[in-house]
């Protein structure tokens, strides 16, 4: 299997299982990837989604070269096309979403990161958009993430040096969250997802959008997202719930409704 699923009170597991291919993606590997993403959309039970790499190497480095070697130029663009369609899709996932770099985060590997909300690597993580010096550009979303993360000035440094870097680096650039030891990885994960599910599901999601949808226009109109955002909270149980909790001195049990 390409993939590996693992649910956990509520947090969804889901690792790139290549580990011989540094879990680089083919297009059999993105294509179940895309069907996971588009169901865990709508999977009510998934409040916190990690994505992470098999083995103890690398989370992804990037499209499988192997396979594109062989590839016409219409199936590379083929490729290319569904990579950025399903990283897509994970930067809209309605939860929020970890990336655990668990080692080498090379190209579409990178991307990936960058479609996730937080990103926790290992000290030994090596990571970067070496893109151009195949020949090509990021075309998964780096040359448009990226920036947005760090500015553009600092962004095209790193795209058009096609710079490899350290997982410190990438911290002090204020490109991972956190920077931990190999065996404090998947803990980290959990313990900012457990952290995150103490919280109402639909307020969750709600604020994910209201942060993601504001930062892609100007103030007035992301005010206006965020009032529309808070307005589907009102009617929630989950309010009403925190109220009651809050009222009666116990902690809010969440149901997502």
């Not at 396979?67 to 399903?86: A, D, F, G, M, S």
């Not at 070496?130 to 962004?155: C, D, F, H, N, Y």
């Not at 639909?202 to 892609?216: C, D, F, H, P, S």
Request: charged fraction near 25%; aromatic fraction near 6%.
């Amino acid at each position: 299997m390409n993939l590996l699923i693992e649910r956990n009170n509520h947090i969804v597991t889901v690792t790139l299982n290549r580990e011989e291919a540094l879990n680089c993606f083919n297009y059999e590997t993105l294509q179940e990837l895309g069907n996971v993403v588009d169901s865990l959309a709508t999977e009510k039970e998934a409040r916190v989604i990690i994505f992470t790499g098999a083995g103890g190497k690398a989370f992804s480095a990037g499209a499988d070269l192997k396979e594109r070697k062989h590839l016409t130029e219409q199936e590379v663009k083929r490729n290319v096309k569904k990579i950025r369609e399903v990283f897509d899709a994970v930067a809209n996932l309605p939860q929020p979403t970890i990336a655990a770099v668990n080692g080498y985060a090379f190209g579409g590997g990178f991307e990936l990161m960058l479609a996730c909300d937080f990103r926790i690597a290992v000290e030994e993580a090596k990571m970067g958009l070496t893109e151009v010096s195949w020949g090509i550009i990021p075309g998964a979303g780096g040359t448009q993430r990226l920036p947005r993360l760090i500015g553009e000035t600092k962004a095209k440094e790193l795209i058009f040096t096609a710079r490899k870097f350290s997982a410190a680096q990438a911290l002090q650039d204020g490109i991972v969250n956190y920077v931990v030891s190999k065996d404090q990885l998947m803990v980290k994960c959990m313990e900012l997802a457990e952290e995150m599910l103490n919280n109402a599901p639909v307020a969750l999601q709600q604020a994910k959008y209201a942060i993601t949808m504001g930062m892609n226009t100007d103030l007035h109109s992301g005010l206006l997202i965020e009032g529309k955002a808070y307005e589907l909270t009102i009617p929630t149980k989950d309010r009403v719930e925190a109220l009651e909790a809050f009222s009666e001195k116990r902690k809010p049990v969440f149901k997502g409704e």
